[in-house]
């Protein structure tokens, strides 16, 4: 069974940063995409980042390209989502998944962390 954990959520001023964790189990993610996504209370999720673990490649949204990076540790199965220069704008609930295409809709990804709240203060 898929299981995808977030973790590393939290307050930060505008201007901060924080890292989002993802560690992922039950299956070999090898083939698979990583995805992050965001939801803001009364908007819909909204695609930010993905991962390929074949070939580490990343894809950002416009609007967090530049301030955020994704990264890997394989040993650990974990993703992670450095987030810097952070604006209130990015205050949302992060939620981790995986899929088998870097896609942009969330339809596209399959399993699901319970997600991590990011609140930035201005």
């Known amino acids: 069974q898929v299981q995808l954990v977030e973790s590393g959520g939290g307050l930060v001023q505008a201007g901060g940063s924080l890292r989002l964790s993802c560690a992922a189990s039950?299956?070999?993610?090898?083939?698979?995409?990583m995805g992050w996504f965001r939801q803001a209370p009364g908007k819909e999720r909204e695609f930010v980042a993905a991962?390929?673990?074949?070939?580490?490649?990343?894809y950002y949204a416009d609007s967090v390209k530049g301030r955020f990076t994704i990264s890997r540790d394989n040993a650990k199965n974990t993703v992670y989502m450095q987030m810097n220069s952070l604006k209130p704008g990015d205050t949302a609930v992060y939620y981790c998944?995986?899929?088998?295409?870097?896609?942009?809709?969330?339809?596209?990804?399959?399993?699901w962390g319970q997600g991590t709240q990011v609140t930035v203060s201005s």
């Open positions: 998944s995986t899929g088998p295409r870097p896609a942009t809709s969330p339809d596209d990804y399959h399993y």
């Open positions: 039950g299956r070999t993610f090898s083939n698979y995409v």
């Open positions: 991962f390929r673990w074949s070939s580490s490649s990343t």
